[in-house]
């Protein structure tokens, strides 16, 4: 039996049509502890999230953490779950939703948009096979962290890179690393900014959190600090503000070792006896809301904010599947996708039938030879 993977249902000659995977970190399915332990356990066992020794991490891993920490972060989870699911899943749903239709709009060709998860479902693997069975003959990838960093956007190529090596027949595949200084992305988190302060007013300081990663992967060359600077610098100035008006920190922080700083949490719970009491938060980092945001920002930091004295935290949501976002996603993957036929502006159904039509015929002929 071959070790490739054979193509279910292929067929010589078919019209193909191109996709983009948007990809996630990924979601527990139920905040329960059993669900969770299982995300975790396939979360944490990434040598890209934690590069300690393997057979040490191993021992740290399922001697203690998925002993412990399941049961506390199924709480958490909790506190965001909707009747519906999980805020990650729902909302990456309905962004791919959008996205196509978005592309359709703009582009005639047989354009397909789905998204997965790296860790949980859906499966970056089980979504590429679907895609395959579809037809799929180009693939762009579009993992959804604007900053690139190896424990993100490089564990995301791993990923494709795992399921793609046992396949007979490799789509063509291009890959977004970030887009972390797209025009189109900094207007669109300005915009929801400046939407926000519509609403609400404005906070005498804007506190950019990004999640943080361990100092030592900077120091070993990832440029996931470098460029989450150059957002916040870019986002600044184009709202406007001055730097005493725009902090920006890093949350989400786990065991001793030193992570990228200044702490999020540290910052809020510092603010109120500089004078600040009032901040407004946006998390640049998360494409869609998740734990990070809604429980660990809108929620326990919120609560330490007043517990330290300050008098109003406003969480700004993430981009979501607003319209800017889904906007500043499409013409992100007309200018990565730019000689594929199938996001051609001139793209024909009828030349296209013709062609595999043609090639189905070459196909038979040559079979019909060999016999």
């Known amino acids: 039996m071959s ?22 970190i990924g979601t527990p399915a139920a905040p329960t502890p059993r669900a969770v332990r299982r995300y975790l356990a396939q979360f944490l066992a990434d040598p890209r999230i934690i590069e300690t020794p393997r057979w040490l991490w191993r021992l740290i891993l399922h ?3 998925l002993r412990l920490r399941p049961a506390r972060s199924a709480q958490l989870y909790r506190k965001i779950w909707s009747d519906r699911g999980s805020p990650l899943a729902l909302g990456m749903a309905t962004l791919a939703e959008r996205l196509q239709v978005a592309l359709r709009g703009q582009r005639p060709g047989p354009i397909l948009v789905r998204h997965a998860m790296r860790y949980g479902d859906p499966a ?13 003959r180009r693939v762009l990838v ?12 490089a564990s995301v ?6 399921e793609l090596s046992r396949w007979r027949w490799l789509p063509e595949l291009r890959f977004i690393n970030d887009y972390h200084a797209a025009p189109h992305y900094i207007e669109a988190l300005a915009r929801s900014v400046e939407a926000h302060w519509q609403r609400h007013g404005r906070a005498p300081r804007l506190l950019l959190s990004f999640h943080g990663t361990p100092e030592s992967y900077l120091h070993a060359g990832d440029p996931y600090f470098c460029q989450c600077q150059e957002t916040a610098r870019r986002l600044r100035e184009r709202l406007g503000l001055d730097e005493q008006a725009v902090s920006v920190c890093f949350q989400s922080r786990v065991g001793a070792a030193r992570w990228l700083q200044p702490y999020t949490d540290v910052i809020l719970a510092e603010l109120p ?8 938060v946006l998390c640049p980092g998360f494409a869609v809301d ?21 008098e109003k935290l406003e969480y700004i949501p993430a981009l979501n599947e607003g319209a800017d976002h889904v906007a500043m996603l499409a013409d992100l993957v007309l200018r990565n996708t ?6 051609a502006l001139d793209w024909d159904a009828a030349s296209a039938n013709a062609q595999a039509r043609a090639a189905k015929a070459r196909h038979e002929r040559l079979r019909d030879e060999r016999r």
Do not use: K, M
């Open 273 to 280: 006896a500089t004078g600040v009491r009032h901040v407004q």
């Open 3 to 24: 070790r490739f993977l054979a193509q279910s249902g292929f067929r010589h000659g078919e019209p193909a049509a191109a996709a983009v995977l948007l990809v996630n």
């Open 63 to 65: 001697g203690v953490i």
């Open 338 to 343: 730019g000689g594929w036929r199938e996001f």
């Open 142 to 153: 579009l993992p959804l962290f604007p900053q690139y960093s190896g424990t993100t956007t």
């Open 124 to 136: 970056i693997g089980t979504v590429l096979r679907e895609l395959a069975a579809a037809g799929t």
């Open 290 to 310: 998740c734990l990070e945001t809604l429980e660990e920002i809108a929620l326990t930091n919120h609560a330490r904010f007043l517990h330290a004295g300050g």
């Open 157 to 162: 190529f791993d990923a494709i890179s795992a």
